[in-house]
């Protein structure tokens, strides 16, 4: 199982632009850390994801720093060429939620998340203070 320790590790600070196509993921105790490694394993083109703790920003956790938390596996005839994310909860474990900010031409990606307080929602964060809506 991988923790928020452990994707704080190896996050690199938010310091410009979002990388194009990246996408903000707020989670909110250690038993979602695995789906950082879940939402990148499982598109090539998916290079980096934001992550906030709450509303705490961790950084930026790309995708060739969390090689580090794939088992290595021998490779035989007849084995496949899949890579296994150590994953404590099969993947349809997680429902996420996106979230976007009401801003036009707002430059932040979709936020995931799967848990939704409406009379608190989470803040954009770009436009601090600004509410993220549900994407219809």
Not at 106 to 115: D, K, N, Q, S, Y
Request: hydrophobic share 35%.
């Amino acid at each position: 199982m991988v923790t928020i320790d452990d994707l704080r590790s190896v996050a690199r600070p938010v310091d410009g632009p979002p990388p194009d196509g990246s996408v903000t993921m707020v989670l909110h105790d250690d038993s979602e850390a695995d789906a950082v490694l879940l939402y990148l394993a499982a598109d090539r083109s998916r290079q980096a994801v934001r992550v906030l703790l709450r509303s705490e920003d961790i950084g930026y956790v790309r995708r060739d720093s969390v090689y580090e938390f794939f088992p290595e596996l021998s490779k035989r005839l007849g084995d496949t060429a899949r890579v296994h994310p150590p994953l404590d909860a099969p993947p349809s474990a997680y429902r996420w939620m996106e979230l976007r900010c009401p801003e036009p031409e707002c430059a932040e990606g979709p936020v995931l998340t799967m848990h939704l307080n409406e009379d608190d929602p989470p803040r954009c964060p770009r436009h601090t203070g600004q509410p993220l809506r549900l994407e219809p």
